[in-house]
């Protein structure tokens, strides 16, 4: 961390963390990470964590130690936003982190706004868990096999189990020396990629088959409405990595999904390649993310939405160049 925030948190007394809505592991695992730094390398700090939305069952073994929006002070004296490219993904807790005399932003999304006092925002880092590393380590600040194992988790989902393009020679590093400490990485790995329910396996079946192609297959979209979460009492947390059966299509260079878990309320989650900025095209939408991992939210008809998306992303499928495969 800089010497500009190492100075207010020594002097804060109050510290409130805050992540996204309907938080991922990222979000969660880099608020509780950095909350336990602080209470491991300082004395006497009251750390909140907040994110507002529903936290599925999915992330029941995160949360297992762990308070997630307690009853909030009236003030604090400063506040970290973590994983969100701009104030209004934190919602119902925006007006807090407003109120708050100094705020430190840190993410990994390139369409970030910097809204903060002090910004840490790398859009080549794969997850802010990965910042949240490089910070401490940065700091000199100690560790220890919980603070560990939450920033691992965090690493593994957004990167997709480590087949993610944001994945750097810096990544491995930093999970090199996460292995170092003691918790089981290997069960965290069975549990987020093979572990998939009966109602994801439903949701995987009904999304492959509504899957469409643009632009030959460049663009691929799919789709899960409302009625089908709650023909197979399915949850949000059930979608985790379905997008990437689009994006994984030879030739397919961008990707998203259409997810209705709640009526009328849209995620989109969108994949790239790297020759289509997704960000970019989340920004059109009031969303936000990298170079090749994005989303946004809307309200109304899923339908209507994937056709509006498809308009905005079928002026840049001919801009693509085709490139020759290379074998190896």
């Known amino acids: 961390m800089s010497k500009i925030v190492e100075e207010i ?52 073994p995160i949360l297992r130690d762990e308070v997630v929006n307690p009853i909030p002070y009236n003030s604090y004296d400063m506040v970290y936003v973590l994983d969100c490219p701009n104030l209004n993904r934190t919602g119902k807790y925006k007006e807090l982190i407003e109120k708050a005399p100094f705020i430190v932003n840190i993410d990994h999304h390139e369409t970030n706004d910097k809204y903060g006092s002090i910004n840490f925002v790398s859009a080549t880092a794969s997850s802010t868990c990965e910042i949240i590393y490089l910070m401490s380590k940065a700091s000199k600040y100690e560790l220890n096999n919980l603070i560990a194992k939450e920033l691992y988790q965090g690493i593994i989902t957004d990167t997709n189990c480590f087949t993610s393009n944001a994945i750097s020679k810096r990544t491995h ?63 949000f947390e059930d979608t985790l990595g379905i997008i990437d059966n689009g994006i994984n299509v030879s030739g397919t260079e961008i990707s998203a999904i259409l997810i209705e878990a709640e009526p009328q309320k849209i995620y989109c989650s969108l994949r790239s390649k790297g020759k289509i900025n997704v ?27 994937e056709t509006e998306l498809v308009e905005t992303v079928k002026p840049q499928l001919g801009e693509i160049e085709e490139e020759e495969a290379i074998l190896f």
Do not use: W
């Not at 960000?279 to 939405?305: D, M, T, W």
């Open 173 to 235: 590093q930093v999970l090199s020396e996460l292995l170092g400490y003691k918790f089981d990485h290997e069960a965290i790995k069975a549990y987020y990629f093979k572990n998939n329910s009966y109602a994801k396996t439903k949701l995987l079946s009904k999304a492959l088959l509504s899957m469409k192609f643009y632009g030959g297959n460049k663009f691929t979209t799919m789709k899960i409405p409302n009625e089908v979460f709650s023909k197979f009492d399915a949850t």
């Open 279 to 305: 960000g970019e095209i989340a920004k059109v939408f009031n969303g936000g993310g990298s170079l090749q991992l994005a989303a946004f939210q809307r309200e109304g008809n899923i339908k209507e939405i």
């Open 9 to 60: 948190l020594n002097d804060a007394k109050k510290i409130a963390i805050v992540s996204h809505i309907n938080p991922d592991a990222d979000a969660l695992c880099s608020s509780f990470a950095l909350k336990n730094i602080i209470k491991n390398n300082y004395d006497y700090k009251y750390v909140d964590v907040f994110a507002d939305g529903e936290i599925g069952s999915l992330y029941d």
